[in-house]
């Protein structure tokens, strides 16, 4: 028997996702969850994606750590689980650059070492593409002035010595560092014009960090330099300030986001990283907002 995509989501509330979602176009739309937001076993969260029916994987922690910090056989053994549900991981998820800008020596040679090794895991993962970030202001310090020169030279470096390996960078906007939202991505792509540097796109984090992120600050990126996306959902609290919701129960707009993305070209991946959490626990969290993103996806034309 087939099921429409529609047909499947009008009776998922009454039938188990098991497998059905095969319909989901996504050759189309590459769409996957961060597994950590799963679970940490990879195991388990490749058969929650596959259960419904996804394909792909963003990996950060396995087993209790970065994945940067796991030997590499863990990371061919967390390939192989991944590999037996039918999931390709889309990013690897590094804590590069997510610090105050280092002085040179060990401090820089830390960071270089934590590239490589990312590299040597994504390799193993089957990807050429790392989720990295733009630094942090010291304490104390101030991102009034946008990316410091030393940190964009960094950046440079970074971009250069990636591509020597054909692997490309995805600059998290993360409230708190120097490349907060949609406004600041723009100014530093403009200013590090290295081709294989770019942005992994998180519009609630440009919301969190004051930004009406869709449509205004998506209108000052360019979409080629949009290497990745999250989504999620959230809404502002009487204090002002950002709470992580499931998606569809907060403000964000995900039908109109994706729908201005792929008018625009954008044929990356896309990350359901949800952040909200239910007392029910993170699997329950991911697999409320999960099924809330499908309907969303169920939409597009």
């Known amino acids: 028997m087939t099921f429409s995509r529609r047909h499947f989501l009008a009776t998922s509330a009454a039938v188990p996702f098991a497998g059905a979602l095969r319909a989901l176009p996504l050759s189309a739309i590459r769409l996957g969850v961060t597994s950590d937001e799963i679970d940490e076993d990879p195991a388990k969260a490749a058969e929650f994606l596959h259960r419904f029916g996804v394909q792909y994987a963003e990996v950060r922690n396995i087993w209790g750590k970065y994945n940067t910090a796991q030997p590499l056989d863990?990371?061919?053994?967390a390939r192989a689980q991944f590999d037996a549900q039918n999931v390709k991981v889309s990013i690897v998820d590094t804590a590069f650059f997510r610090g105050a800008i280092p002085a040179d020596g060990p401090a820089l040679d830390k960071e270089w070492t934590l590239l490589d090794?990312?590299?040597?895991?994504?390799?193993?993962?089957g990807t050429k593409l790392l989720r990295t970030f733009a630094f942090m202001p010291a304490a104390g310090g101030s991102k009034d002035g946008g990316v410091p020169e030393r940190a964009k030279a960094?950046?440079?470096?970074?971009?250069?010595?990636?591509?020597?390996?054909?692997?490309r960078l995805a600059i998290e906007n993360l409230k708190g560092s120097y490349v907060q939202t949609g406004a600041d991505s723009a100014?530093?792509?403009?200013?590090?014009?290295?081709?294989?540097?770019g942005l992994?796109?998180?519009p609630n984090n440009a919301a969190s960090a004051g930004e009406k992120s869709f449509p205004d600050g998506y209108r000052l990126l360019n979409?080629?330099?949009?290497?990745?996306?999250?989504?999620?959902?959230?809404?502002?609290k009487p204090d002002g300030t950002v709470e992580w919701t499931a998606v569809g129960a907060g403000e964000f707009d995900n039908?109109?986001?994706?729908?201005?993305?792929?008018?625009?070209?954008?044929?990356?991946?896309?990350?359901?990283?949800?952040?909200?959490?239910?007392p029910e626990g993170k699997a329950?969290?991911?697999?409320?907002?999960?099924?809330a993103l499908l309907k969303v996806i169920d939409k597009l034309s």
């Open 74 to 77: 863990k990371v061919r053994e």
């Open 117 to 125: 090794n990312a590299m040597d895991r994504a390799d193993i993962f």
């Open 154 to 167: 960094l950046l440079h470096d970074a971009a250069r010595r990636a591509a020597k390996r054909d692997f």
């Open 187 to 197: 100014k530093l792509l403009a200013s590090v014009n290295e081709p294989n540097l």
């Open 200 to 202: 992994t796109w998180d």
């Open 223 to 236: 979409p080629a330099r949009i290497f990745h996306v999250h989504l999620r959902d959230f809404r502002h």
């Open 255 to 278: 039908f109109a986001q994706i729908t201005a993305l792929r008018k625009d070209g954008f044929r990356g991946s896309l990350t359901l990283e949800t952040h909200w959490r239910a």
């Open 284 to 291: 329950f969290s991911t697999e409320t907002s999960l099924k």
